[in-house]
T-cell receptor, first 112, second 116 residues
Framework: KQEVTQIPAALSVPEGENLVLNCSFTDSAIYNLQWFRQDPGKGLTSLLLIQSSQREQTSGRLNASLDKSSGRSTLYIAASQPGDSATYLCAVLMDSNYQLIWGAGTKLIIKP | GAVVSQHPSWVICKSGTSVKIECRSLDFQATTMFWYRQFPKQSLMLMATSNEGSKATYEQGVEKDKFLINHASLTLSTLTVTSAHPEDSSFYIC????????????FGQGTRLTVV
């Protein structure tokens, strides 16, 4: 059974710092991995999608990497801003049944 | 990217009444849609997988008679919370997968349901 773990559960850093969020999964038979952002009380915004054959994806200040064999993905945020404060979720799409398995998220607070 | 519209964004209802939540894919067709539920400070939990033209597949522990799902067209799935109770208060989110896409999931804005 696939399990997705995100560490840390919460993170608070000063504005301007570069930071890394971690996501690990136990079953490497994934189709893809996505990183999402959720603002309080709101829906999800898809940030980056990495196919199982890819190693990284970049969008603006965000860079996501995927090491399928070791079951790990990282989300790198450069030059963090207060507007980056949100909960970041990773989810893997299983190859077998196309269902998303979610991590519990990392709550990120960027202090001005 | 593709757009999934979820309506309403929030609703307050009385205990014992039913509430319908709509999930529409605006610019793509989605044979498969998913309904999730999120309790405060917890991750999303898949409730059911909705398949156009057939019965939904419910996750273990989800009451299918309480959470009625209808996926009558390739662009619309509805979730009806029947005889709602305060413990049903939660954040409900739908997602849809583009039939022609690369399996990226597109999400609705979510519906915050409060049962009083």
């Amino acid at each position: 059974k696939q399990e997705v773990t995100q560490i840390p559960a919460a993170l608070s850093v000063p504005e301007g710092e570069n930071l890394v969020l971690n996501c690990s999964f136990t079953d490497s038979a994934i189709y893809n991995l996505q990183w999402f952002r959720q603002d309080p009380g709101k829906g999800l915004t898809s940030l980056l999608l990495i196919q199982s054959s890819q190693r990284e994806q970049t969008s603006g200040r965000l860079n996501a990497s995927l090491d399928k064999s070791s079951g790990r993905s990282t989300l790198y945020i450069a030059a963090s801003q207060p507007g980056d404060s949100a909960t970041y979720l990773c989810a893997v799409l299983m190859d077998s049944n196309y269902q998303l398995i979610w991590g519990a998220g990392t709550k990120l607070i960027i202090k001005p | 990217g593709a757009v999934v519209s979820q309506h309403p964004s929030w609703v307050i209802c009385k205990s014992g009444t039913s509430v319908k939540i709509e999930c529409r894919s605006l610019d793509f067709q989605a044979t498969t849609m998913f309904w999730y539920r999120q309790f405060p400070k917890q991750s999303l939990m898949l409730m059911a997988t909705s398949n156009e033209g057939s019965k939904a597949t419910y996750e273990q522990g989800v009451e299918k008679d309480k959470f009625l799902i209808n996926h009558a067209s390739l662009t619309l799935s509805t979730l009806t919370v029947t005889s709602a109770h305060p413990e049903d208060s939660s954040f409900y989110i739908c997602s849809a997968r583009d039939d022609t896409g690369d399996t990226e999931a597109f999400f609705g804005q979510g519906t915050r349901l409060t049962v009083v």
